[in-house]
Nanobody, 121 residues
Framework: QVQMVESGGGLVQAGGSLRLSCAAS????????MHWYRQAPGKQRELVAT???????NYADSVKGRFTISRDNAKNTVYLQMNSLKPEDTAVYYC???????????????WGQGTLVTVSS
């Protein structure tokens, strides 16, 4: 079994910062690409940031210059540093990764349970 668990969400005022973490655990051989998504109330889930195993990064236009994705391969963890937060960043944030487990011959797509970020104006 493989799972991902997020932490770090909460309530913050506009202009503030938060750092999300997401740790993968279980029978992991290797983790490929890792993502952060978010879903605001009444909206579809959207891709926020991506980091490859080689640490190439991509961001949604709405967060460029404000959010930074990083990873610690030794800890099987991905982070999202969020600065200059805006009320429109309010959403449930989900981590996602392609994980090769010991019990499968292919990469699994694994999701975290989500963590709520609320930005007040």
């Amino acid at each position: 079994q493989v799972q991902m668990v997020e932490s770090g969400g909460g309530l913050v005022q506009a202009g503030g910062s938060l750092r999300l973490s997401c740790a993968a655990s279980g029978s992991i051989v290797r983790i490929n690409v890792m993502h952060w998504y978010r879903q605001a109330p009444g909206k579809q889930r959207e891709l926020v940031a991506t980091i490859t195993k080689g640490e190439d990064r991509n961001y949604a236009d709405s967060v460029k210059g404000r959010f930074t994705i990083s990873r610690d391969n030794a800890k099987n963890t991905v982070y999202l540093q969020m600065n200059s937060l805006k009320p429109e960043d309010t959403a449930v944030y989900y981590c996602n990764a392609e994980i090769l487990a010991t019990f499968k011959a292919y990469y699994l797509e694994v999701w975290g349970q989500g963590t709520l970020v609320t930005v007040s104006s």
